[in-house]
């Protein structure tokens, strides 16, 4: 399959899926906001549980079908896997939400928050990309 056709659908299933969770629970497909909502002793866990098992599901399904595209390459290794996950998360948490609810249920919403968190974010890769690669002289 053509790698446009394959971007096209991956982002068709990421909107199809933030469409369903919106037009039949009103909520937003935010992953920092669902797995905080597992941490809550009063919310309801039923629907967050669900979705986070359906992620992980449907990679376990992508590596299944197609493992050749799974290859992690030179891997950083669990501890700093670990370490990035956590910071990514307080990261998500300091800012309110992540690049799933920002980037794709936020701007849908034409929310001017993240309008404003999706700038930063794009504006803080293309810094780091430009630090890594051509300042400290690693990347590809």
Request: aromatic letters at 8%; one cysteine or more.
């Amino acid at each position: 399959m053509h790698p446009f056709l394959q971007a096209l659908l991956g982002g068709m299933l990421l909107g199809g899926a933030a469409l369903v969770l919106m037009g039949t629970i009103g909520r937003t497909a935010g992953i920092s906001g669902i797995v905080s909502g597992l941490w809550k002793p009063t919310a309801p866990r039923g629907w967050q549980a669900a979705f986070l098992v359906g992620l992980l599901l449907a990679g376990v399904a992508g590596f299944a079908l197609f493992p050749t595209r799974f290859d992690a390459g030179d891997s950083a290794g669990l501890p700093v896997t670990i370490a990035a996950g956590l910071l990514v998360g307080f990261g998500s948490r300091l800012g309110s939400g992540c690049t799933s609810g920002h980037g794709i249920c936020g701007l849908a919403r034409l929310s001017p928050r993240s309008a404003v968190s999706v700038g930063t974010f794009m504006a803080a890769a293309g810094v780091t990309v430009f630090v890594v690669r051509h300042l400290l002289g690693g990347g590809q």
